[in-house]
């Protein structure tokens, strides 16, 4: 059964940087295109960032520049470094299977997220 944990949110005037980690078992890890997720509240849950299992990043353009994925297939673990946080990226973030460049049908379960959350 796939599980996935992240982990690594907080608290952070705006400006700094956090960096989120998520660890995944249950699956053939590099074989997957890996994304991370967002939910603010009342809002839908929102991919903003993707990484392929060769290790090509793709981006939202809101997030473009500021947020950085990567992945270690030896590890079967994904990161998310956010720099220049705004206050508008206060959300829980998730990590599951994805791509920003087209719809890719997710791991079934999605982990508890992680809240990050941007005072101003």
């Known amino acids: 059964q796939v599980q996935l944990v992240e982990s690594g949110g907080g608290l952070v005037q705006a400006g700094g940087s956090l960096r989120l980690s998520c660890a995944a078992s249950?699956?053939?890890?590099?074989?997957?295109?890996m994304g991370w997720y967002r939910q603010a509240p009342g809002k839908q849950r929102e991919l903003v960032a993707s990484?392929?299992?060769?290790?090509?990043?793709n981006y939202v353009d809101f997030v473009k520049g500021r947020f950085t994925i990567s992945r270690d297939n030896a590890k079967n673990m994904v990161f998310l470094q956010m720099n220049s946080l705004k206050p508008e990226d206060t959300a829980v973030y998730y990590c599951?299977?994805?791509?920003?460049?087209?719809?890719?049908?997710?791991?079934?379960?999605w982990g508890q997220g992680t809240q990050v959350t941007v005072s101003s």
């Open positions: 599951n299977r994805g791509s920003v460049r087209g719809p890719q049908p997710n791991f079934g379960p």
């Open positions: 249950g699956v053939i890890f590099r074989d997957n295109p």
């Open positions: 990484i392929t299992s060769g290790q090509t990043p």
